[in-house]
Each structure stands twice: as structure tokens, then as C-alpha cells.
DNA sequence: GTCTATAAATAGATAGAC
DNA sequence: GTCTATCTATTTATAGAC
């Protein structure tokens, strides 16, 4: 029973490993993306050899593959922690601000937005599909929601909204602005927030 | 005065081969992005051997960067022939319309968004930097008098408003909606156009 | 300028001792 | 599991003949 009851020294040293390694990737797919990054980057982070990463994951995919993961199952509990009270537009816009954030501290890992062997590890990573498709479950009804009560655009497909949303988590706006250099984080949130939920046109 | 007066036959030719390299490249980089296109593959498509390339271009980054100067160019013609009679609501949405075109037809080149040795190479370029400097002028301008008259956002900076419609250029939601399959080209257009310029909150 | 052939560097991944 | 050392493939870039 023990196997189930609580995890042993041993293996609380490999989650722990496991999470360093995980949140140095994390990092490095932010700051470089996918591409970019390196193996041997990662190692050097996370201070061990090479091989020793390969033992913990058999690929540079599956690396990838696992810190996206983190991001996905912590975006679902930021979802589960919005009060359901709340009117849809503020939780759809608490959803943004997060992502926004995220962004901001150089936390929110970029992939290749075209075909690559990284898009077949994640569509085949149960865990990854799992997530992503809890959070688009939510999403899904809290933007249907909105179109019946009348807080969002009813003549826009949900699904257009949804990908929408999705894509403030990559704006190149929010690195834009942030290089200028003009504005405080806290002023770069609002704004993109301002431009997604009101557009560019006057009111 | 012939070396001024028009370009020799073998001018011509030379000039003829490096628009099918840059074209090529500019289809390669739209297809896969700078990181995962190779100049093997470039060469390849022209039909030439890498090394002759390399007589053309100094490096992959200058290839990339001479598509990327074409693209622009492409976009000062494209303003250029605006109507300026016309509302600059109506302007503004026609270059938008105009990226989005580009992207679905699969020649909207897409770069690193993070730092790379090509982000030098194009900051280095004299071409590159006057074309994206004329667009930002002209488009600058724009967005000043539609703010004045009432048509755009008055309370938001107009560099943010600059870079989230220069960010449509690379919008991810256009892939995602093509790939959903439920929409045409057209439809995709107007939909992020929609939610570009009105928002996703009801009016 | 174009080619073939090759350099030089770097990448992802593995062998095998401990 | 961790390490050192190495493999194998790929990539950017060049040498040198024509």
C-alpha cells in the first residue's frame, strides 16, 4: 500500500529534480522559444549532464511536451479559482490578464506555430490533450454564456472568440510595448486587454 | 553612362535570379519560419547549388532579411495605392485585410519573434529600416487623424495601436481558423478584422 | 557565377563505467 | 541516475576547379 499511501524520499528527489528541470525549460522556451533552445542549455540550468536529462525525458519534445503541461494544468486551476459569480466578461478578461502576466515575468513558453515534430508529441501526450481541452470546455461555456446574455459580440462563431483568446498568450504587442519602454506592465496589460475586449475603434 | 542609363542583359539576369531566391525564400520562411528553413532546402527550391546562393547572399540571415525587405516594399506599394479620400477606418482596414491576405495565401514571411542574429542583420539593413520607418510614418499619420476625428480609440497610445495592427500580420488565430475547416478566407478576413477593430465585447 | 566536394561547428541522442 | 566521452546527422559556410 505504501506505493499508493505517499511517495518515498526517493522519489520525492525525482519529482523535485523532475519540476527544476521542467521550470528551467519553461523559462528557456519564453526567453528563446523551441527552436532556439538546446539540450545542452537546459542541461547547464539545470546543472547535471546531458544524459542524465535523457533519462528523465527521451526527447527534446517531450521536454517541451512537459512544460507545457505545467502551463495547461496551471491555467486550469487559475480557471478553477475565478469566482463563478463573477459576470463572464470579468472572468474572461481575469483569464487574459493572467496570460498577459504570465508573459510579462517570462513565463509563457513559445512553440512553433507551424507544422513541427513538437505539434505530434503534444496531440499525442494524453496529458496535454486532457488539459487543453478542460480549459477549452470552460472557456467554451463561459464565452456562450456571454453571447446569450448579451456581453459578447453574438454574431462571432465561439470558436473565433475562443482561438482569440488563446492567441493574447503569444501577442508580439506585449513585447512591442514593453520594449518602448513607455509603459509600466501593469499599463501594457490594460491596453492589450482595452484592444482585445473593445477593438481600435471608438465607442 | 549605360551602367546608368538601363541595366545590360547580364544585369537582368542577375536580377531575375535573385527575385526566384527571394521569392523562394519568402514562401519557405511563410511555410516554416526562419529557424526551421534551411539553406539546403532554399537552394533546392531555386535550383541552384548552395554555393552559388552564397555568391548572392552572404549569409541565411541576409536571405531572410532581402524577403523580408520585399515584403515590405510590397506593403509601401500597397498603401500607396489607397484611396486617401477615403475614411481612415476604411484605410486602416484595407492594410489589415491586406497582412490577413497575405497569410492565408501562405507569403506573409514569419520570423523569430525573440532575439536572434537576424533581428541585427535586419536592424542593419538601410533598406529594411527605411521601408519599416515609411509604413510606420504613413500609418502613424493615420491613426493620429483617426483619433482626432473620432473614428479610433482616442484614449489609447498610438504606438499600441500601431503594433496591434502590425501584430495581425502574424495573427495565430488565422491559422487556427483555417485549419478548423469551418470557414472560408473570406470569412477568416472579416472575423479577425471584426474583432481587430470592434472588439469581442458586445456594442 | 556555377558547380562538386569538404570543411567546421553544432545539434540531438547514446554507450558504458560507476 | 549520474557522469564522461562519443556517435551520427545536420547545418552553415567555403575552397577550388571550370
Redesign the pocket.
Known sequence: MSTIARPSF?EQ??AA?EEAIIQNVNRLLAEKGF?????????AAV?????????????????AAAAMVRVMRRAQQFLAGIDPALPVLERLKAVVRWTLQMQLAGQMPSLPSQNS?LRAVLMASREYIDALMGISDTLGAWIEAGQRDGALDAKLPALAILYTLYARACDPVVEFLKAGGQHGDEQIVELVISTCFNGLSAR
Do not use: Q
Not at 35 to 40: K, L, P, S
Open positions: 526517493k528527489m525525482l529534480r527552436d532556439a533552445m538546446t539540450v545542452d542549455e537546459v542541461a546543472g547535471i549532464a546531458k544524459a542524465s536529462l535523457y533519462k528523465h525525458f527521451p526527447s527534446k519534445e517531450d521536454l515534430s
